[in-house]
């Protein structure tokens, strides 16, 4: 069975607060309209050495919108670390920043 976007949240938020990250979920799951800006991704993460990254909580196989991809590529133009997935890509992210060691 594949996990919903909140297990994946969950397990992401966890992984990242063990690596001493500190997380602020932008996340609204109330029924009514966020009042955040189109593609704005889920999470905004800050760590003591990396500074801070955004991340993009995605079940497998999720796809992102429109103005997600957007956001993204702007991330890019302006040098700012953006990660798309659940825990495996923060964990490779991560290790590319030698921060956590994968098997």
Do not use: I
């Amino acid at each position: 069975m594949t996990p919903l976007e909140r297990d994946v949240a969950r397990s992401v938020v966890a992984f990242l607060e063990t690596c001493g990250c500190h997380v602020y979920s932008l996340q609204d799951r109330r029924p009514r309209a966020t009042r955040n800006t189109p593609g704005l991704p889920d999470l905004y993460v800050l760590h003591r050495q990396l500074g801070g990254f955004w991340v993009e909580l995605k079940a497998p196989g999720g796809k992102q919108t429109v103005e997600q991809v957007s956001f993204q590529a702007t991330c890019g133009r302006c040098g700012v670390p953006y990660v798309c997935g659940g825990v495996a890509e923060a964990m490779a992210f991560l290790a590319q920043r030698g921060l956590v060691v994968t098997p």
